[in-house]
């Protein structure tokens, strides 16, 4: 059996957090299959609270101590969906 794994990230303070998820996301560069992040952004606002999707690659044990590593994190939110076939 295969496994495909997404990771939804909701960084609640992006100018507080982002630093140390960024740190830990390049830490684990190697599991990162696709990365897509978005916030909102306008003329007059640019949101502290932004989105990260994970596509994740590898060693589906790794899978599992990056969630975790990342659930340690203050103000970010952690879901993620899996895929069998």
Same mark, same amino acid.
Request: hydrophobic share 40%; proline share 1%; aromatic share 4%.
């Given at each position: 059996?295969?496994?495909?794994?997404?990771?939804?990230?909701?960084?609640?303070?992006?100018?507080? %957090?982002?630093?140390?998820?960024?740190?830990?996301?390049?830490?684990?560069? #190697?599991?990162?299959?696709?990365?897509?992040?978005? /916030? %909102?952004?306008?003329?007059?606002?640019?949101?502290?609270?932004?989105?990260?999707?994970? #596509?994740?690659?590898?060693?589906?044990?790794?899978?599992?101590?990056? %969630? %975790?590593?990342?659930?340690?994190?203050?103000?970010?939110?952690?879901? /993620?969906?899996?895929?069998?076939?």
């Amino acid at each position: 059996m295969k496994e495909t794994r997404i990771i939804g990230l909701l960084i609640r303070d992006r100018i507080k %957090e982002a630093g140390k998820v960024q740190l830990l996301l390049t830490r684990n560069a #190697h599991l990162i299959k696709t990365r897509l992040g978005f /916030h %909102e952004l306008n003329q007059n606002t640019c949101s502290r609270a932004g989105v990260v999707i994970l #596509h994740l690659t590898g060693n589906p044990q790794e899978w599992t101590a990056l %969630e %975790e590593e990342i659930s340690q994190i203050g103000g970010v939110e952690i879901q /993620h969906m899996s895929f069998i076939y």
